[in-house]
């Protein structure tokens, strides 16, 4: 798990590669199969970790899985659906961040859940307290052991309940609509994220037969139904990975053609991508992200919550920012602590300072909290070859781009983790002409 790949960089990434379902949607598409009470079929499923992982926790709890990683096509059967043991679910801990979402299918289905050590990246404190408190709210009880999080549906059952969540979370809203789908009565949830990805998720529930509306106010209304049905469902294709290639086409002086960039979902990324100099073209399979030529131009760029500037789009777009004439400004205001991997492109030659306050936009929660949330960026410096190693999953793509970049031969150890959340990424790059291969060591 610690392959070490070697990269020779300064050479344009120039070519198509092609990007699958989104890895921030398919395995919350997958957790919802539990709900039916018939099998569901899912297309578009990319061969990523986070599919991995959450196939054998929903095989763990009786769900039979049928996986054409080919077509990408998956079909889920929860006829079977059954309590896990805690040892098992124990042995997936850490791996991912999902399995807390499994909790109100669960609790649906077999009255209780248990909650694993979480995973994910190390970009933040990744508290679980608006998840928690949604839970109890629908009834159920929380309680928290030395092993995990033991959670039980009350006697009476989960019944909707008026849920107002203090920030936007992407995972809480998820929490919220796959317990109250079920739930008896309605619930309201104000505050909610509405990314495209959670759009999707509430498409397959109502696919499943769930009642669900979205107001202009970031409010959702969801009426519980006593029965889901399996659904069949495409998924969204992940403009993260989409934005991630643009980058590199930027970072490199390169010609990218993304199959399945999606322009709806990306409008934010691409109006930013222009002011920074970048070019696209858009057509109706995929969208063509190069570099035109010339200076690239510094900007002041503040992350948010849709349909704001992803903060999973900064990292990558930092190794363009790097290149590009003066001074830029980065505010990170969704995650506290996403600046980690500037460490390394220090080592690179790039002129990057981080700070506490929040730079360039409005203040923001993490602002009195002494968080190094706000970056600036001094450009152009080129970039030496350095040997580096990931620190997670998105600041691990940008180490990539920076190695691809550099003058020089750069190694770069701990580059599984970018397979958590970019499919084929070292057959994209060879499609892309670069000039990469693992390496011992
Ligand atoms: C999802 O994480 C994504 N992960 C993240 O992508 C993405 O960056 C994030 O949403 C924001 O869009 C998956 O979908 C698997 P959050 P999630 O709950 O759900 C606060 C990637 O690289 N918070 O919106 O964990 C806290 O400040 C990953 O693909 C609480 O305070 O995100 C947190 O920083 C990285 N208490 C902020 O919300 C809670 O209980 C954003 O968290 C929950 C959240």
């Given at each position: 798990?610690?392959s070490?790949l070697?990269v020779e960089g300064?050479h344009?990434?120039?070519g198509s590669?092609t ?7 398919v395995?919350?598409a997958?957790?919802?199969s ?5 099998p569901?079929?899912?297309g578009?499923?990319p ?12 095989d763990?709890?009786g769900?039979?899985?049928d ?6 096509t998956?079909t889920?059967?929860?006829?079977n659906?059954k309590?896990a ?6 042995s997936l801990?850490?791996?991912?961040r999902?399995?807390?979402l499994?909790?109100g299918?669960?609790?649906?289905q ?5 909650i694993p050590e979480?995973?994910g990246?190390?970009?933040g ?5 608006f ?11 929380v309680d928290k052991r030395?092993?995990g ?7 009476e059952?989960?019944?909707g ?9 992407v995972g809480?809203?998820e ?18 994220a ?5 759009m999707?998720l509430?498409?397959?529930l ?22 889901l ?10 403009r ?8 590199a086409?930027?970072a ?12 709806p ?6 109006n930013t991508y222009r ?10 399979e995929g969208?063509?992200f ?13 992350t ?7 903060t999973?789009?900064q990292?990558p777009?930092?190794?363009a920012?790097t290149?590009a004439?003066?001074?830029s400004?980065?505010?990170?205001t969704v995650?506290e602590?996403r600046f ?7 080592q690179?030659?790039?002129?990057i ?5 929040c730079?360039g936009?409005?203040?923001?929660r ?15 410096t080129?970039?030496e ?6 620190p997670?999953?998105?600041g ?7 190695a ?7 190694k770069?150890?701990g ?8 499919e084929h990424?070292t ?8 000039r990469?291969k693992?390496?011992?060591?």
């Amino acid at each position: 798990m610690n392959s070490v790949l070697q990269v020779e960089g300064g050479h344009p990434l120039h070519g198509s590669i092609t990007v699958r379902g989104a890895k921030n949607f398919v395995p919350k598409a997958m957790v919802a199969s539990l709900l039916g009470d018939s099998p569901s079929k899912l297309g578009n499923v990319p061969l990523i970790r986070d599919v991995d992982v959450v196939s054998d926790l929903l095989d763990l709890h009786g769900v039979v899985i049928d996986f054409d990683q080919n077509r990408g096509t998956m079909t889920l059967d929860p006829r079977n659906v059954k309590v896990a043991s805690r040892s098992d679910i124990d042995s997936l801990g850490g791996a991912s961040r999902i399995p807390i979402l499994f909790c109100g299918p669960l609790l649906h289905q077999l009255g209780e859940a248990f909650i694993p050590e979480l995973g994910g990246c190390n970009i933040g404190g990744r508290p679980i307290d608006f998840h928690l408190e949604t839970l109890r709210n629908f009834g159920a009880v929380v309680d928290k052991r030395p092993d995990g999080i033991h959670i039980t549906k009350p006697a009476e059952g989960l019944r909707g309940a008026v849920i107002e969540l203090p920030f936007p979370s992407v995972g809480a809203t998820e929490q919220t609509l796959l317990t109250a789908v079920r739930a008896d009565g309605i619930t309201i949830l104000s505050g909610a994220a509405i990314e495209p990805e959670i759009m999707d998720l509430i498409n397959v529930l109502q696919k499943m037969g769930a009642i669900i509306s979205v107001d202009t106010d970031r409010t959702i209304r969801i009426e519980g139904v006593e029965k889901l049905s399996g659904f069949n469902h495409v998924a969204l294709p992940d403009r993260i990975e989409a934005a991630s290639w643009g980058a590199a086409a930027l970072a490199t002086r390169g010609d990218i053609y993304v199959l399945g960039a999606h322009q709806p979902d990306m409008t934010t990324f691409l109006n930013t991508y222009r002011k920074v100099g970048g070019a696209f073209d858009i057509d109706a399979e995929g969208i063509r992200f190069y570099h035109p030529g010339g200076q690239l131009k510094s900007i002041a760029l503040e992350t948010a919550v849709h349909p704001g500037f992803m903060t999973d789009w900064q990292q990558p777009l930092v190794i363009a920012l790097t290149q590009a004439q003066g001074l830029s400004i980065v505010h990170e205001t969704v995650y506290e602590n996403r600046f980690g991997f500037t460490q390394a492109l220090r080592q690179m030659g790039a002129n990057i300072q981080v700070y506490r306050e929040c730079l360039g936009g409005t203040p923001c929660r993490f602002g009195q909290r002494n968080f190094f949330h706000s970056a600036v960026i001094s450009g152009p410096t080129p970039l030496e070859a350095a040997d580096i190693t990931v620190p997670d999953l998105r600041g691990g793509f940008s180490h990539l781009i920076a190695a691809l970049a550099a003058s020089g031969t750069s190694k770069v150890s701990g580059i599984d983790v970018i397979s958590r959340g970019y499919e084929h990424f070292t057959r994209k790059l060879h499609q892309l002409d670069a000039r990469v291969k693992y390496v011992d060591q």
